[in-house]
């Protein structure tokens, strides 16, 4: 079965760090952008982080950038979401995505599509103390 499986996640407390990971079961990651996506309660979903097929460049929105790190393992099929620094307001319920570059990097200011061929199960990140 084609998917992606997304690990990681949980409770950590403000100023800890977590890492999401996204691995695509039974295709290639490399030829799809990647993007991380997130949903707090009663919230839109919106982007957070992408990752272009081609050259591995990357974007971040602006309140994560400087704490966030996302990366592409080819070895390992993975897409990894570092997460440094974690506030209050990252709580959420993060998703991976694959899609075409330009789908993706829409998304990040549209909060995705749901049209992508790949999402992943969903992760819960939770920041409390």
């Known amino acids: 079965q084609l998917q992606l499986v997304q690990s990681g996640g949980g409770l950590v407390q403000p100023g800890g760090s977590l890492t999401l990971s996204c691995t695509g079961s039974g295709f290639s990651l490399e030829t799809y952008a990647i993007g991380w996506f997130r949903q707090a309660p009663g919230k839109g979903r919106e982007g957070v982080s992408c990752?272009?097929?081609?050259?591995?460049?990357?974007h971040y929105r602006p309140s994560v950038k400087g704490r966030f790190t996302i990366s592409r393992d080819k070895a390992k099929n993975m897409v990894t979401l570092e997460m440094n620094d974690l506030q209050f307001e990252d709580t959420a319920v993060y998703y991976c995505?694959?899609?075409?570059?330009?789908?993706?990097?829409?998304?990040?200011?549209?909060?995705?599509?749901?049209?992508?061929?790949?999402w992943g199960q969903g992760s819960q990140v939770t920041v409390s103390s």
């Open positions: 995505a694959a899609g075409s570059l330009q789908a993706i990097v829409g998304g990040m200011f549209t909060g995705g599509r749901q049209e992508y061929p790949f």
């Open positions: 990752i272009a097929d081609s050259d591995d460049s990357t």
